[in-house]
């Protein structure tokens, strides 16, 4: 698993963004923000929920919805959003910190 990866959860099929420092890839979980396509999530607020574009659609990063999943659940990588780290970390600082 790699940080700000995304990956297609296997019993859903739902995508989800890998939020967990690669320092701990031993756990049998990692930390993720589900995606959703901007029409199934209206409630955004810009700064907790970024927008990504992923094969010629737009979604958003629920971060106030990030949980644990279990290694077993994670299927394929599909997108790489590490060119926008900063603003992925800037949304997980908000909802943390309010800043």
Known sequence: MARFRVYRLKSEGLLAVDLQSDFLDDLPSRVMA??????DLPW???????RFMI????????????????IAEI???IADLSS?????TAATDFLFQGF
Do not use: H, K, N
């Not at 955004?44 to 970024?50: D, F, G, S």
């Not at 094969?55 to 279990?70: C, E, H, K, L, Y």
């Not at 926008?84 to 992925?88: A, F, L, Q």
């Open 34 to 39: 589900p995606l959703y396509p901007v029409t």
């Open 44 to 50: 955004v607020m810009a700064r907790l929920t970024p």
């Open 75 to 77: 299927g394929p990588s």
């Open 84 to 88: 926008r780290s900063d603003e992925i």
């Open 55 to 70: 094969d010629g659609q737009m979604f958003v990063m629920a971060t106030q919805r990030m949980g644990s999943i279990p």
